[in-house]
């Protein structure tokens, strides 16, 4: 058959049933259409993890891009409730002979994503890949924080259990490990001491670590920030309770103390504020005693010593309140 019996034979294959044709033309330029809006938006997300896929006993020791930029396309809902959690793109070089470098395409059809949504490309459209015999090393946790807690309080300790964990990967860069880090900690506004289980971060990005567990429990101690002032030679004072006031013989008359407390408080704190004394409740007329020195101090500060502990004592005859003042060591509890 020449070229011109071919033209007229495709033109009678077309005249005959014409107008079915042309329907289905329409109706697929309809449909096209009609599906175009519900396909065509499109998005980039960035940050999309690299997993590599190897035979037993084998770990990634270089690898030229831990995560990669994969543009999708799809309907509005696909697009719009599209989460990186849910993406990855998977290379699978198991059963291949591990040279010294591998460089591996990334394929569009290697993008694991919900079906309602496509990849259009990938960015970079390959991956280096260098790697190593596979071992396993215990190696300690440290608690990572991040920020400081609020003025006045700080981190006593923080432990983390277990303590250990067992990391698995490339035998070279096993031995570069000192420790595997906890993800962040936020320290800001917390008052008070506090438990919780956080996930542990992968020692690098460019070669991938098995670690087990995955998560630990850490446990942050807060206590308040604390700071030390000493008072010397302050008075002992005799105090009574409801009993008469009377002559009284201290022995010393004096004491020294130690203090601790937030330093904003002990900054602010002066001798008019603290009350050393001896309780003489019960003491008899002419009875020689010794008797522990007791300290009244404002909230939130703590007596850390005292010097002396005890004095000696004798109660003698009743006087009256103006003449104990007078002595400077009469009057009621603090």
Known sequence: MNMKDRVLHLLRSLSRNKWAKIMALLLAAVSWYAIQ??????????DVPVR???????????????????????????????????????????????????TVPLELRTVRAPPAVRPVFIRPSEVVLSVDQEEDRQVPVR???????????????????????TVSGPRQRLDAIEAIRTTPIDMEGRLQSFKLRVALVSPSRTWTARMEPERVEVEVVLVERSATVTFEDLRIKSLFGAAPWREVELTPTHATIQLVGRAELLETLAQKDITVYVDLTGVEPGEVREVPVRIHVPPRIRVESVEPPVVRVRVGSEISPTAADAAGSGGRYP
């Open 37 to 46: 809006p519900a396909i065509s938006f499109e998005t980039i997300v960035t």
């Open 52 to 102: 590599v896929l190897l035979d037993p006993g084998w770990a990634v020791l270089e690898q030229s891009a831990g995560s990669v930029d994969v543009h999708f396309r799809g309907s509005r809902e696909g697009i719009r409730y599209l989460v990186q959690e849910e993406l990855e793109v998977v290379v699978d070089i198991r059963g291949r002979t591990y040279e010294d470098s591998l």
């Open 143 to 165: 608690v990572h924080i991040q920020g400081n807690p609020p003025e006045g309080y700080e981190v006593e300790s923080m432990k983390a259990t277990p303590s250990m964990v």
